[in-house]
Each structure stands twice: as C-alpha cells, then as structure tokens.
C-alpha cells in the first residue's frame, strides 16, 4: 500500500491525485444522500435515476462530437438527465396516480434507450465501458472542481433543511399536518440524489451507482439508529471504501469501481451474517430444548 500513497505525490501522476481526491470529497455526499435514501427507502428510484443518466451522457457526447459543441461534457448531459429523471418520477408518482414501480422502470428502461440511440448515431466509437462501470483514474481536474461545487452544494441544501428531510423520511404524513412542504422536500430530496448520483458515475458506473450509495448507509445502520451518526459513519465508510478499493485495484491490477463495490458489498455481507448466525443458534437451541 506505501506504493500506492506515493503515487499521491509523483508530479507525473497527477491523474491520481485527482482521482484520489475526488473519491474523498464525493464520500461526502455518498454517505449523506445515502443514509437519506435508505431510510426513506427509495433505492429503487435512485437506480432509475442513475440509469437515466446514460440518455444525459449520450446526447452530450453526440453534441460535443457530431454538433461540434466541445464545451457540452458528458457530465453536464449527466446532470440534466439525473434532474429530469428525478422531477418526473417524483411528479407522476405524486400526482397522477400510477403504480411507482411501473413508473420506475418505465424511466429506467427509457432513459437507457436515449443514450442508446444518441451514441449510435454518434460519429466514430465510442467506448461505454467507462460510463457503464467507472473509471475513477479518468477523472479530471475539471471533473474534480464540478464534483467539489455539487458536493459542496448537497451539503449545504442538506444542512439548511436537515429537520425537514427529517420530518419527511420518517413521518411524512405527520410533517404535513405540521405544515411542512413535504411534495416540496421530497422533490428536492430526489433532486439531491440525482447530483449524488452524477458525483458516483465517474467513481463505479452507472450499472453499480446503487451499491455505493446505499451499501455504505446500511453499514452504519448496523451500528447506530440516530440519523447524523448514521449519516457520519457513512461518510467514513464511503471514505474507506473509496480508498482501500482504489489501492486494491491497483495493487492487483484490478478495475476500481467494481473493486470498491465488492469490498463494501462483502463487508455488508459479513456484518449481517454475524448478525443472523446467533440469532439462528440461539432459535435452535430454545428448540432443543
């Protein structure tokens, strides 16, 4: 691992600094947004949102390469794509009275499709597979300072109506009678997930965007059922994650963002099953007994 932090400091390895940097800030927003959405149990829309994301990518790429439009990056089409996803499923679950799920899976599939159709008919090759999985030692130094300002934005919005997402992932119902804007917050929330979603694209992909936003949060909610430690631990498991798997990857010559999904996921793995295990002992011997 000594190796690996060196390369931290090689001026010709700058790449890596920001790649290490950007898996330090976005860990923020990770662990934030993530307990958020594991209380309010919205994984689901979040793996739409995160699919969607792709239509965003494709259409800029199509731009910047067949229009000409070099300032149109696939992070800003990301962002517009997560937005829009997140408003649509959040309004049409609200007000026009359709199954969520079909809802969901309606815009995942969608969205996908648009990317789809946009790369094809985008001049050239176009390789997806960094989009699709992550490649976080691809991230640059403006991709760096977009990920500083969306994270830097989360946890502002986040701090400011903390009480109100409170009120809303745990008793909405109750939150309006109080008079909080809870169609409102909720929105906002969604919205909120979808930046976090753009922030983990660069990080594992779009396939694996749910892993680490929720893998993370449920950890901490082994150890703790208060929203803001939860929420702490998270941030700190999200951090560790980030950066073993990224040194792990690199130590054996293995792809980042599925080497960060399967750390977190087999921690995850390992904290339930000491959980269960004596639960299932204990139901046995009472049994024998």
Not at 28 to 34: H, L, N, P, Q, R
Not at 164 to 187: E, M, P
Not at 224 to 230: D, E, G, I
């Amino acid at each position: 691992m000594s190796d690996f932090f060196n390369l931290f400091f090689a001026p010709e390895m700058a790449f890596f600094k920001y790649a290490f940097l950007t898996a330090i800030v976005a860990a923020v927003a990770f662990g934030i947004i993530g307990t958020f959405v594991v209380v309010k149990q919205i994984s689901s829309i979040a793996g739409a949102i995160s699919h969607c994301v792709l239509g965003g990518i494709g259409a800029a790429v199509y731009a910047e390469t067949a229009l000409g439009w070099s300032w149109c990056k696939p992070i800003y089409g990301a962002v517009v794509a997560a937005l829009l996803a997140a408003i649509i499923i959040g309004l049409v679950s609200m007000y026009a009275k359709q199954r969520e799920d079909t809802v969901i899976g309606a815009v995942w599939a969608i969205g996908m499709a648009i990317g789809l159709m946009f790369i094809a008919k985008t001049p050239g090759y176009v390789s997806l597979e960094s989009y699709l999985f992550g490649n976080i030692l691809l991230v640059s130094s403006d991709d760096f300072w977009v990920t500083l300002g969306l994270d830097l934005f989360i946890i502002a919005v986040v701090i400011i109506f903390f009480n109100n997402f409170l009120a809303v992932c745990f008793d909405s119902k109750f939150a309006a009678i109080r008079g909080v804007k809870v169609k409102f917050f909720y929105l906002l929330l969604l919205c909120l997930t979808a930046l976090t979603i753009v922030l983990l694209v660069n990080i594992v992909g779009i396939i694996m965007v749910i892993a680490l936003l929720t893998l993370p949060a449920a950890i901490a909610g082994q150890f703790t059922s208060r929203l803001w430690s939860m929420m702490v631990l998270a941030v700190l498991f999200s951090i560790i994650f980030s950066t073993v798997g990224m040194g792990i990857s690199y130590k054996l010559d293995l792809p980042s963002g599925p080497t960060i999904v399967l750390l977190a996921g087999s921690c995850y793995v390992i904290l339930v099953a000491k959980k269960l295990i004596p639960k299932s002992w204990e139901k046995r011997s009472q049994v024998a007994s």
